[in-house]
């Protein structure tokens, strides 16, 4: 899994993070969780604030 796929990268923090609010996490523990995530084999430096804006979005929609 890449940067990119986030809304793969959503739907994997749903499964392990089910009672977390994607509206109230920091991007360091977002970062931290995606990069731990068992599928994800992207660059952690290829990471930027929009991708993670987008990751907290998608969570965000996917969880509604």
């Known amino acids: 899994m890449k940067w990119t796929e ?3 990268i959503a ?9 977390v609010d994607p509206a109230r996490i920091n ?13 994800f084999d992207d660059d952690p430096k290829h990471c930027g604030e929009r991708i993670l804006e987008a990751i907290q ?5 996917e969880a509604d």
């Open 6 to 8: 986030v809304t793969e």
């Open 11 to 19: 739907l994997q923090l749903i499964e392990r993070h089910p009672d």
């Open 27 to 39: 991007f360091v523990d977002l970062m931290n969780w995606v990069t731990a995530l068992p599928e």
């Open 57 to 61: 979005q998608a969570w965000i929609d």
